[in-house]
């Protein structure tokens, strides 16, 4: 049975830093692209960024290129969110998501490829 579970949600303030975490677990062997959404109240699920399963293609949002990264560690079956520069725009449940897909190359930015969601985590900025 796979599992997403996240952490390291919290308050922070503009300008500020955190790191998500996100552990995988029961996940079939094959390749998955594996990727951060957010989501604020009343809007629809927003892409933030993807990773494919090599590791070899990385995309993210415009919204937050040059101040999110997203790091994968498939030996330990993890994957991460570094973010910095925080906004108050920022402020949202982030959400950890693994998508099965053919290549080992393809990192997907479309909420509806992706079968398996984590519970979220909360990020707030504040000023």
């Known amino acids: 049975q796979v599992q997403l579970v996240e952490s390291g949600g919290g308050w922070v303030q503009v300008g500020g830093s955190l790191r998500l975490s996100c552990l995988a677990s029961?996940?079939?062997?094959?390749?998955?692209?594996m990727a951060w959404f957010r989501q604020t109240p009343g809007k629809e699920r927003e892409f933030v960024a993807a990773k494919s399963d090599r590791g070899d293609k990385t995309t993210y949002a415009d919204s937050v290129k040059g101040r999110f990264t997203i790091i994968r560690d498939n030996a330990n079956h993890m994957v991460y969110l570094q973010m910095n520069s925080l906004k108050p725009e920022d402020t949202a449940v982030y959400y950890c998501?693994?998508?099965?897909?053919?290549?080992?190359?393809?990192?997907?930015?479309?909420?509806?490829?992706?079968?398996?969601w984590g519970q979220g985590t909360q990020v707030t900025v504040s000023s």
């Open positions: 029961g996940m079939p062997n094959t390749a998955h692209s």
């Open positions: 998501a693994a998508a099965q897909v053919n290549s080992v190359h393809e990192a997907v930015v479309f909420a509806t490829r992706y079968g398996y």
